[in-house]
């Protein structure tokens, strides 16, 4: 089947109306993108719970797809009707079918995180065998090693785990770092989401790499965690991490570590002190703007209540 593809740019304040009305009048989908994207000029646009919303950029390329049998420039008429304003200036391109499976997968390639460590694909040939390559394809869980939060705690988890020890991945979507904790020696793992469908993958990811690893939800991370971790690793987002900061603290055994990522730079200080009263943490690398925290509990660190 092919499609249609229709574009035009719209202010922030009216791209999100021009969106509705487009979709009400038969697109399929409708993507909202900085139209600057990729030159020096582009706007990065963040947000997480509990931070307002920032809204979109000044100027919005939007871009509507359209089944073979609809007329783009009469649904835009009719999305313009809806709101009342006159339609602005715009494009109509075809979209010719394709093995779309195919092409999802081109966008995913071999990812070398260090040395010793890679996330690949299952359709790829993994170019270092004698390297860790672990296994994981796209899906409905978050964490393909892609993001530069998740390659960050990848990357510590390669320079600084060491044979032998506890792991907690707190926040484990994927189940990739708790996987790659147990590929990289740790001797028992355990990884936590609330959402439910995320430990389902989770497990499956982990099976299809042999990586023992277990998945559980928030309240039955109890039983799985009595002893206290050497390591605890949260990729999470910042006002998360903040609130969850005696509750992590309480997972680390005096002497452990905490790994903490999805913290923008300016982010960093705040989420550094949270975690101050229990760990010696600073800043241990940063990438594209995102910073992951470290830090090792302090043996004389008051018990978290």
């Not at 009469?74 to 715009?90: D, I, R, S, Y």
């Not at 705690?153 to 044979?163: F, H, I, N, T, V």
Request: net charge negative; aromatic share 6%; hydrophobic share 50%.
């Amino acid at each position: 089947m092919s499609y249609l593809a229709l574009r035009f740019d719209a202010s922030g304040d009216a791209a999100d109306g021009w969106a509705d009305a487009l979709l009400e009048a038969g697109a399929l989908s409708v993507e909202v993108t900085d139209p600057r994207a990729g030159t020096a000029d582009e706007t990065p646009l963040y947000g997480e719970p509990g931070e307002p919303v920032g809204g979109l950029w000044p100027v919005n390329r939007i871009t509507a797809l359209f089944g073979a049998d609809v007329d783009p420039a009469a649904a835009l008429a009719a999305a313009g009707k809806a709101l009342q304003q006159v339609p602005p200036p715009h494009e109509s391109s075809a979209v010719p079918d394709q093995d779309w499976v195919r092409a999802t997968q081109a966008q995913f390639a071999p990812m070398k995180i260090t040395e010793r460590l890679w996330v690949v694909p299952s359709w790829c040939t993994p170019p270092d065998p004698g390297a860790i390559n672990l296994t994981l394809d796209p899906g409905l869980a978050f964490g393909t090693g892609s993001h530069p939060t998740t390659r960050l705690c990848l990357a510590w988890l390669a320079a600084s785990l060491r044979p032998g020890e506890r792991v907690l991945d707190y926040g484990c979507g994927s189940g990739i770092l708790a996987i790659a904790a147990s590929m990289l020696g740790a001797r028992e793992v355990v990884g936590v989401d609330v959402d439910p469908q995320a430990i389902v993958a989770s497990g499956a990811n982990a099976a299809r790499n042999g990586a023992a690893a277990t998945f559980v939800l928030p309240d039955a991370l109890a039983p799985c965690a009595t002893a206290g971790f050497d390591v605890v690793v949260a990729n999470i987002l910042a006002n998360p991490l903040v609130l969850l900061a005696p509750a992590l603290a309480a997972r680390v055994r005096r002497g452990g570590r905490i790994v903490l990522s999805g913290v923008l730079e300016a982010q960093t200080d705040a989420v550094g002190a949270a975690y101050a009263r229990w760990f010696n943490i600073a800043p241990w690398q940063g990438d594209d703007g995102w910073v992951a925290l470290a830090g090792e509990r302090v043996a004389d660190s008051p018990d978290v209540r």
